[in-house]
């Protein structure tokens, strides 16, 4: 499955953002979907992930309250809503998709996007 994803941009802190991911190529609603994303000098981290009917996710901790992870199957899309955004939340995003079950570990995702910049001025 190939993946695309898009939304990222320059934001004040306490803004908002809605990241999209489209799907292609395969049966999205086939695959667990998640978010990551890696800071300058840091390694990947998870953000959020979504089952493949919609109706379970998972949300790192740090991002609990504010960020929504949401897919749309008939579009073939993932979703992240990104509200009340910190500095700390700078980063590459990325959107990775998932043949087994759920898990908050990017290496077990078998595809990825190419990442959306996500820029948090303070």
Do not use: H
Request: contains cysteine; proline residues 2%.
């Amino acid at each position: 499955v190939q993946l695309q994803a898009s939304g990222g941009g320059l934001v004040q802190a306490g803004g908002s953002l809605r990241l999209s991911c489209a799907a292609s190529g395969r049966t999205f609603s086939n695959y667990i979907m998640g978010w990551f994303r890696q800071a300058p000098g840091k390694e990947r981290e998870f953000v959020a992930t979504i089952s493949r009917s919609g109706g379970t996710t998972y949300n790192e901790d740090s991002v609990k309250g504010r960020f929504t992870i949401s897919r749309d199957n008939a579009k073939n899309t993932v979703y992240l809503q990104m509200n009340s955004l910190k500095p700390e939340d700078t980063a590459v995003y990325f959107c990775a998709a998932r043949s087994g079950g759920s898990s908050w570990s990017a290496g077990t995702y078998d595809y990825w996007g190419q990442g959306t910049l996500v820029t948090v001025s303070s």
